[in-house]
């Protein structure tokens, strides 16, 4: 595929157009996006919090600064946060998110996330559907470290809070459009106003992205890649009375398109070695995908007691059908369809007050309960194996959970808090078996139809007590230190892909201490956060890939080891002058194991998996006023990636990297206007985001160089 001629056009007239206008305009004074304070909910309060002082380490982003640095999804927020990774799978839609050197290399569908996702107070069972467009996104909220006493679960690396835009009750809309090279094309909408005055509101917003692909397939001459993403979310706010109020957020997401693009590759002392160039694939039998997610939030807020109370309601279903030539080669030597199925409901009740100046408490109950059915086949040895596997897990959990701030003096804070947890899972799992045998007459290319014998039930229940003790010192007004200890836990379960049903491994659990500072400082025109941290991992979960003649790779699931994880981030945003504005960002993870289970299938490594030891990022925004005409901002990045390994084994190593982006964008004086010219990946850097030994060796890359125009507009 050529490259579309927009990219040296774009490229060109950006460099050339930054001097001659420095040159030819006044300085001005505008206040910039990136320095505004974004206000969060992480800590559930009854009211919510600024960053600087929160007590957790965190990176927040709004409406405002999604569009400064022209984030279309969580990923591209996850290279402005230190230590965080937000990286997608090997299947379209899903993700291997990573914070603080834990979380999920791999898309095992029992294996829990490290790092939850919460998205209008709901947290996904699933992880499908989790890199998450910014469209229409009211903040992100990146919460490093174990979450709890107040999250839960599968916590134990961090989570991602995403809070979708509400009506406001006033009649507005808001038009986008984005073109770009590679056939990138994006339409957006979203309405709102009064329904009945000062009682009820309405949003409607609707997206549609698609794009033709990145890749050639030399083997059949054709474009790879295409995908086709549609979001439809609609939101109702009612005013009950002065003190309730609910709100309704319904949500569909339909993605379409090819699957992910595999490329075969030789590993050549544990470092990838592409063939050929990593756009230019093999495959015989390019697949495609299908991803839809339904969901429903129901959010009510009731200002009583002194407080508020608050429920959230959640349901939410997941369909994927994907089918993956995973070895990247142009012979049929695995071949990979996946069907799942996904229905999840839950229920957060909770009370949150500040009684007095000298107290203030979060306290709650939570129930979860979701099930899900999983099918898999594998075209192997050129058709010579046609094999199919199946899962089906119930699982239901419920909590009760609590926080509280004691406020000894003005500066000086005690912070406690606990949540106990029970959770129930009834898992089946067949073995890959020939598909004559366990779906006669079935397609392996078609499980929709196939029902599987799954064999033996088998259930567990797991309890956990995750305890919080923090302090928190304001030695002067902008400063903040903090230090907290916390416990958390990953959920045990079993281990359901490609095996019968074996014995349960137990929950993952961490003790976590963190040390802060923030600091707002020389007149709130440099803003310097810092933490360091130890995590102690006990019965460390780990997902080992093995290889079995016939069924060709083998997933198992188990307790590995104890484990130490320490670290330290910094991250800075500098008013240097009225014009520009600086950040930085540095993250550095030292992980290791400290003892090994004993298992045949796992050995003490150096190195974990999907864990940089380093990670940068930096960027520099430079606005000029152009009078009454509006005013232009020029925007230059960059991310560094340290090298990294893919698997346990150490068996694939993966290069570091660096990726620049940059943009201008202009903004007529009455701020309804946007028009935009960006870059990313301007460099055109190669860099692989996964890879396994599967088929003999593959690889998955990143995107290239990519160039766009977006024109926005906002009444």
């Known amino acids: 595929m050529q490259k579309n001629k927009l990219s040296n056009v774009i490229i060109a007239s950006t460099l050339l157009s930054v001097p001659a ?91 829990e996330s490290a790092v939850g996702i919460f998205q209008d107070g709901v947290y996904w069972g699933v992880n499908y559907g989790a890199m998450l467009d910014t469209f229409d996104i009211e903040s992100v909220q990146i919460l490093r470290g174990p979450q709890g006493s107040l ?14 835009a509400r009506p406001t009750g006033d009649f507005g809309y808001e038009l986008e459009g984005v073109i770009g090279d590679y056939g990138r094309r994006d ?45 439809v979310r609609p939101t109702f706010k009612l005013n009950i009375t002065d003190d309730l109020d609910a709100t309704l957020i319904l949500e569909q997401y339909k993605q379409r398109g090819d699957s992910v693009a595999a490329v075969g590759v030789t590993l050549a002392g544990g470092t990838f070695k592409p063939p050929h160039k990593p756009f230019d694939l093999n495959l015989d039998s390019p697949g495609d995908s299908a991803i839809d997610e339904k ?15 608050t429920s959230i309601s959640g349901y939410r279903t997941v369909d994927v059908d994907n089918n993956t030539d995973f070895d990247g080669r142009p012979l049929p030597l695995f071949n990979q ?27 709650g109950l939570y129930y979860f309960t979701q099930n899900f059915d999983y099918k898999e086949g594998r075209d192997l040895s050129n058709h010579a194996t046609l094999t199919v596997t199946g899962a089906h897990l119930d699982q239901s959990s419920y909590a009760v959970f609590g926080e509280s701030d004691i406020h000894l003096t003005d500066q000086l804070t005690l912070t406690f808090g606990g949540r106990y947890t029970s959770e129930t899972k009834e898992g089946q799992s067949v073995k890959f078996i020939p598909a004559a045998v366990q779906c006669p007459g079935v397609s392996v290319y078609d499980l929709s139809s196939c029902d599987f014998d799954l064999g033996r039930k088998d259930d567990k229940t797991w309890k956990d007590f995750s305890p919080k003790v923090g ?29 019968d049903l074996l014995s349960p491994f137990d929950a993952e659990k961490v ?94 490594n150096d190195h974990f998996s999907r864990v940089p030891k380093e990670t940068y990022s930096g960027s520099a925004t430079y606005s000029l006023a152009l009078g009454d005409i509006g005013d232009l901002q020029f925007r230059i990045s960059g991310s560094y990636t340290g090298d ?31 028009v935009s010219l960006f870059g990313k990946n301007l460099g055109d850097k190669e860099y692989a985001y996964w890879g396994s030994t599967a088929g003999g060796g593959n690889a998955f890359y990143g995107a290239p160089r990519t160039v766009g125009l977006r024109v926005n507009y906002k009444y």
Request: aromatic content about 10%; glycine content about 8%; proline content about 3%.
């Open 337 to 363: 369809i996946i069907d799942y199925e996904q229905e999840q409901y839950s229920e957060e009740l909770r009370y949150a007050s500040k009684f007095s100046e000298f107290w203030d408490f979060t306290a």
């Open 187 to 231: 339409a957006s909408i979203s309405v709102q106003g009064p329904l009945i005055q000062d009682k009820l509101a309405a949003k409607v917003a609707v997206l549609d992205r698609r794009l033709d692909g990145y890749y050639d397939n030399k083997f059949d001459g054709k474009d790879f890649g295409e995908s086709h993403i549609t979001v």
């Open 21 to 111: 206008l420095a040159q030819a305009q006044e300085p001005a004074k505008p206040k910039s996006a990136l320095m505004e304070e974004v206000v969060v909910t992480a800590r559930k309060r009854a009211e919510g919090e600024a960053v600087q002082d929160t007590p957790i380490a965190m990176t927040a982003f709004g409406t405002e600064q999604f569009k400064a640095v022209f984030a279309d999804n969580l990923d591209d927020l996850g290279k402005l946060s230190p230590g965080v990774e937000l990286k997608p799978s090997a299947q379209v839609g899903a993700q291997n998110f990573t914070i603080r050197g834990m979380g999920v290399s791999g898309t095992t569908p029992s294996d």
């Open 295 to 309: 969901s429903a939030v129901l959010e009510v807020n009731w200002n009583t007691l002194g407080g508020v109370v």
């Open 471 to 499: 302090v928190t010192f304001k030695p002067a007004p902008d400063h903040l230190l903090y230090a907290n200890v916390t416990r958390g836990f990953r959920s045990g379960g079993y281990s359901m892909r490609g095996n």
């Open 644 to 674: 990294e390994y893919f698997d346990d084994a150490n068996n694939i190593h993966a290069n570091s990297y660096t990726l620049w982006d940059g943009s201008v964008s202009y903004s007529d004086i009455d701020k309804h206007w946007n």
């Open 511 to 604: 003790t976590a201490y963190e040390g802060g500072y923030k600091s707002s400082l020389f007149d709130q025109r440099l803003r310097l956060n810092a933490a360091i941290y130890r995590n102690d991992y006990k019965d460390l979960q780990r997902t080992v890939l093995s290889s079995d003649p016939v069924f060709g790779v083998v997933q198992s699931t188990f307790n590995a080891a104890d484990a130490t994880i320490k670290g330290l981030e910094l991250d800075v945003a500098l008013q240097a002058t009225d014009n520009l504005v600086l950040t930085a960002g540095y993250g550095y993870t030292d992980a290791s194991y400290d003892s090994v289970i004993p298992n045949p299938l796992f050995d003490k």
């Open 151 to 164: 999250f839960g679960r599968n916590v134990t690396g961090g989570a991602v809070v995403v809070r979708t």
